[in-house]
């Protein structure tokens, strides 16, 4: 007697937070991962470069595993891909705009040469079979190009995965989703609907394109000097609405920035993105133009501290300055965790004399994730007998869990999962599977994992209250002090202004030696640390690190 058909779903990431996304589903047979994405670093991780999905858990699935499947190249999809591609190896599934931002970053991780990139490119309505999957790609319109909605045929019934996406009733360039293909796979019954949640909380439905590009026109015809834009260096739909304002009004077009001139090069490549060559500038020849004819696609739109903008708001641009009169368009959303350095850079820019627009104050900006009632005419569209709500903090998948038992789902088939919580679907019923190690992975400079809650914890107290740092040096034979003790501080308190309580330290740390007597060396340390920071606390009420370090020759 065969296995029991099934299929099981993993959220490795991107259930209960913004960020990370990644599910892993497998059958008796296969295996296919869907996304693999980084978050970025919140304040409290000091330091820390990305933060990844826990891909041990992946890599433990190696023999089964036989496909990647991205729905789009934002960073939180792809982000993680060049960690898991040391160790996998296996063909990448996505769109022509997707694979080619992969390649790009996987050539910027220096992976090309030890692993073979298996790239497959698919389009809009095609299928693929993979294993005893069968992978249906239904265009979405989101903040980047081809981004695709999942129809996926198990063995045991259909699964919608709608990727990021939002309902544009009226798109601009064809950019729309393909309700009607989601509705044509969904005509026989949809097992399964895992579905875009970032957006739940917003009434109606998203800003549109074609409102943006209005809102754009209106700016552009009544700015007198520069107009200085800055995006998600990934929007190319918008990029193009950009070029073809500047155009319009007979500006010329130049792109400052890494990121957005990598981006550009790939879409003008591959034929996405159309620039003609007489509106379009290089940095070194804006010199010849009157500020009036210029327009500046510059990056920073998160407030990054080596970014074109903010290094344009903090004077310190080799290339570039900040005039009296420019109009900068902030054409992006303020992500959270970021706020304080975009306000920043706004406040730095007015300043320098330029007016700062931005979505709190003009309709510059259209989020790619659908509001509530987008939300729904997906459920609508999909009819699913199960319910599951992905990409969103918590209170996102309650809600949104909330809105399709509204929209007919039935309570007890509406679930929210979060990392690490496996769920597998039978043919006649499902089983909540023994939770996973699914904890993200911190990721500082070469080091993958090795900063942890400590550490974390460590740099905090560094960073709160700075450290004191006691250097001696001891006789191996007779124990008497050569040099020392010296204290040093850092981050703690200014050493001219307060020596006299860095020597009050040092006369305590004398004492504590003359009455220590014969002790280990790591018994005289803590001695030493825990009556200094009671001193601290009590002259300063601070508790900065103390390192003592203890040297016998």
Known sequence: ?????????????????????????????????????L?????????????????DFIISKKEKLKAIVVTHGHEDHIGALPWLLRDIEVPIYGSKFTLALIENKVKDYNLSDSNKLILKEIGPRQTVQIGDFNFHFFPVCHSII??????????VGKIVHTGDFKIDQKPLGGHKTDLEGISEFSKDGVMLLLSDSTNVELEGFALTEREVMASLEKIFKIAKGRILITLFSSHIQRIQEIFELTKSLNRKMAVCG??????????RRLGLLKLDEEYLVPLEDLGKLKDEEIVLLVTGSQGEPMSALTRLAEGSHRQLKIHEGDTVIMSSRFIPGNTKAITSVINKLYKLGAEVLYEKVQDVHASG????????????????????????????????????IECGVAPERAFILEDGNPITFYPDGIKLEDPFPANAILVDGKGVGDVGTTILKERQL??????????????ANSGEILMGPKLQSKGFIFEQEYSYILEDAEKI?????????????????????????????????????????????
């Open 1 to 37: 007697m065969g296995k029991r058909e099934k299929v099981t779903i993993y959220p490795i990431g991107g259930l209960g937070e913004i960020g990370l996304n990644c599910l892993y589903l497998e059958t008796n047979q296969t295996g296919v991962l869907i996304d693999c994405g």
């Open 39 to 55: 978050m970025f670093p919140d304040t409290f991780h000091y330091g820390v470069d990305v933060v990844i999905p826990r891909l």
């Open 462 to 475: 560094l960073a709160d209250e700075g450290m004191v740092l006691l250097i001696m040096v001891l006789d």
């Open 258 to 267: 890494r990121s957005l001139e990598s981006n550009v090069d790939i879409a």
């Open 146 to 155: 081809q981004g695709y909605c999942l129809g996926i045929e198990t063995p």
């Open 509 to 553: 740390v004398l004492d504590i030696y003359n009455k220590a007597g014969k002790i280990s060396k790591s018994d005289l340390k803590k001695k030493i640390k825990n009556s200094l920071r009671r001193y601290f606390r009590r002259t300063l009420e601070r508790d900065p690190l103390v390192i003592p370090v203890i040297i016998t020759v």
């Open 369 to 404: 994730h659908a509001h509530k009632e987008e939300l729904k005419i997906m459920l609508k569209t999909v009819k699913p007998k199960f319910f599951i709500p992905i990409h969103g903090e918590y209170r996102h998948l309650v809600q949104h869990k909330n809105l399709a």
